[in-house]
């Protein structure tokens, strides 16, 4: 890999780490991405309706489309100090590996091939995409959209994480996320002590929650990320609800665990207490076989780079086609860790290795997957 391309490719990381985009507020950074398309010649340069942003490296147009894409939203809110911390072999920022080096590794591919012999035999056109609302309640929009735009016409959908080198995920871990709201007459601490609080009793529904039992295997998880309520300390609170995100490897542990979970918020109800679960998002789960071609040439690319290639599950973008049966997988460009903290930090020396296992796996996509 060419010294300038890994430079240049942490540069335009770090200029899209510094544009804030939150769930829903991404349009500033992909008005900067639909510039640097443009700039870097690419054509059918758009941005969608859902944000979506489009570029097209054209090919011979012997077979289908490949797309690449790469989320730009991130968890962190408008005003949250973005400021980089440049250490020895990482860089350090909120957002830097997720995603904003995945949306940069969009033009290091592209600077990668261009770099190499025969760029303009590529037999079929490949997409760019960097797409809105992965994270929290974007519920996978961007994603939707793009699949409901290609459809299967497509070689595959190969989705780009920034922190996930050295593992292809080939499911989609299924996810379903609630709001639930309890809501009483309230009143004052004093004067109306005894009648019921919103608060207190949300707050006796989500230690139940947390106490239902489940399994290790097929993994499934619970958790609370959001809890609010109440106007003032000495009010009987008339209103309160929380956030909830269930998860699981298997469809039917899911559909139980949320069963429970719906139990639970109906023994809430009596005179006075109303309770109400809300879906708010939900990912479905899909996967491909491990034995697909798509699978298969992912894990040589990583191999090939000298790096084991574990089989994985996430919740990623990929849940999208993989819940259509469409071929994709979700692949990462270096290593990192802290994710969706303020110490989120990327490591620069397997960068070097991710790049090149995305462009075999782009020239082996054109290669090896069916063309029709």
């Known amino acids: 890999m060419e010294t300038w391309i890994l430079d240049d490719l942490l540069e335009l990381t770090i200029q899209l780490q510094q544009i804030p985009a939150p769930t829903f507020h991404e349009a500033e950074r992909a008005q900067f991405l639909r510039e640097r398309f443009i700039a870097d010649s690419l054509t059918s340069v758009e941005i969608d309706p859902t944000g979506n942003v489009f570029g097209c490296l054209k090919g011979r147009g012997d077979c289908r489309p490949l797309i690449i894409s790469a989320h730009l939203d991130t968890v962190f809110p408008e005003d949250t100090d973005l400021t980089v ?26 600077w990668s091939l261009r770099s190499r012999p025969g760029i303009d035999l590529l037999p079929g056109d490949l997409w760019l995409v960097a797409n809105t609302g992965e994270e929290g309640l974007g519920n996978l929009r961007g994603m939707r959209s793009l699949v409901e735009r290609f459809g299967s016409d497509v070689l595959a959908y190969l989705v780009l994480e920034g922190m996930s080198f050295g593992q292809v995920f080939n499911r989609g871990l299924g996810v379903q996320r609630y709001r639930i709201q309890v809501e009483t ?18 707050t006796a529904l989500a230690n139940r929650l947390v106490g239902l039992p489940l399994p290790k295997k097929p993994r499934t998880t619970l958790n609370i990320g959001v809890i609010s309520g109440g106007t003032t300390i000495n009010t009987i609170a008339s209103k309160a609800y929380l ?17 429970k979970v719906q139990r639970q918020v109906q023994l809430v ?19 491909i076989s491990s034995r697909h071609p798509l699978v298969l040439l992912a894990q040589r690319c990583l191999e090939a780079q000298g790096v084991p290639a574990p089989l994985n599950i996430g919740s990623t973008d990929a849940n999208v086609p993989l819940s259509l049966g469409l071929p994709a ?36 996509a054109f290669r090896d997957l069916p063309k029709v």
């Open 85 to 110: 911390h440049r250490m020895p072999g990482a860089i350090q920022g909120p957002g830097i590996g997720d995603n904003s080096l995945g949306v940069a590794g969009l033009l290091g591919l592209l």
């Open 185 to 202: 007459p309230g009143g004052h601490s004093w004067v109306d002590y005894g009648k019921p609080s919103a608060v207190h009793e949300l």
């Open 269 to 287: 109800q009596r005179e006075q207490v109303h309770a109400e679960c809300t879906l708010i998002g939900q990912r479905p789960a899909g996967k």
């Open 329 to 364: 997988v979700c692949v990462g460009l270096t290593r990192g860790s802290g994710a969706h903290t303020l110490q989120e930090h990327i490591q620069i020396a397997p960068l070097s290795q991710g790049l090149a296992q995305l462009v075999m796996l782009v020239q082996g």
């Open 243 to 259: 956030e909830l995100d269930l998860r699981s490897e298997n469809v039917d542990a899911l559909a139980d665990l949320t069963d």
